[in-house]
């Protein structure tokens, strides 16, 4: 095998995988009936060491894919359109301001609290 038939070959096993796992996250996300409540209901557990490595896990491999697209694209991209909007408004520093935190501000890592729900990710233009 050729080189360039080895590196297509492995980047469709990883386009495979990113849809396979976009598409479960997909199918988690679908809501359910929840089911009727106990009476008294009991805490979640505080700490369970198998759910714990999953999260961090899947906080691993989020932050994977998502730092190269909030570093190299978002966050250029929009410091891109920043100063072209101050050039072409003359000058308007609130809508420049505006889109550079838009695009560079807010959540970089995700966090195994995160994935949890325990913390809150924030969406970019939040701080």
């Known amino acids: 095998m ?3 038939d080895t ?3 492995g980047m469709a096993g990883l386009l495979a995988l990113v849809i396979g796992m976009a598409a479960a996250g ?7 009936t929840p089911p009727a409540l106990p009476a008294v209901a009991e805490p ?15 906080g691993a491999i989020g ?12 966050c250029p991209g929009m410091a ?3 100063g ?19 695009g ?3 959540t970089y890592l995700i966090t195994p609290a995160m994935v949890r729900g325990q913390q809150e990710f924030h969406e970019a233009g939040e701080r």
Do not use: N
């Open 26 to 32: 997909a199918a988690w996300a679908q809501p359910e």
């Open 7 to 9: 590196l297509r070959i």
């Open 63 to 74: 932050t994977f894919f998502y730092i190269p697209f909030k570093v190299g694209l978002m």
């Open 84 to 102: 072209a909007s101050l050039a072409v408004t003359g000058g308007d520093r609130a809508t420049a301001e505006y889109l550079l935190r838009v």
């Open 104 to 106: 560079c501000t807010g």
């Open 80 to 82: 891109l359109a920043s």
């Open 44 to 58: 979640p557990p505080a700490h369970d060491t198998a759910l714990t490595v999953m999260a961090a896990v899947a």
């Open 2 to 4: 050729a080189y360039k």
